[in-house]
């Protein structure tokens, strides 16, 4: 069983920065694939970023340019840097890692972009 838990998040103006952390009960070398997902009001949850276990990266275009997935080895972290954030960018988002073939989620951190 793997635990996830994400933090880092809060209320940001438009324009500004955020860094999420999700941090894991596993060694995230054992991950095969980690990724950050959000949901916003009313809508489906949608894949924002992903990082495979060699280092490969891919992202949605709404945040290509503005959010950086990254892993931190001494901290056992995933990362979500997240700049110049926008309304749209509000949600809550959430760690997903795959341990072997299953996926193990977080329980979420709400971002919101406001002034």
């Known amino acids: 069983q793997v635990q996830l838990v994400e933090s880092g998040g809060g209320l940001v103006q438009p324009g500004g920065s955020l860094r999420l952390s999700c941090a894991s009960s596993?060694?995230?070398?054992?991950?095969?694939?980690m990724s950050w997902y959000r949901q916003a009001p009313e809508k489906q949850r949608e894949l924002v970023a992903i990082m495979s276990n060699l280092g490969s990266t891919n992202y949605v275009d709404s945040v290509k340019g503005r959010f950086t997935i990254s892993r931190d080895n001494a901290k056992n972290t995933l990362d979500l840097l997240m700049k110049n954030l926008k309304f749209e960018d509000t949600a809550v988002y959430y760690c997903?890692?795959?341990?072997?073939?299953?996926?193990?989620w977080g329980p979420g951190n709400q971002v919101t972009v406001g002034s």
């Open positions: 997903n890692v795959y341990y072997g073939n299953r996926p193990f």
């Open positions: 596993q060694s995230i070398d054992d991950f095969t694939m």
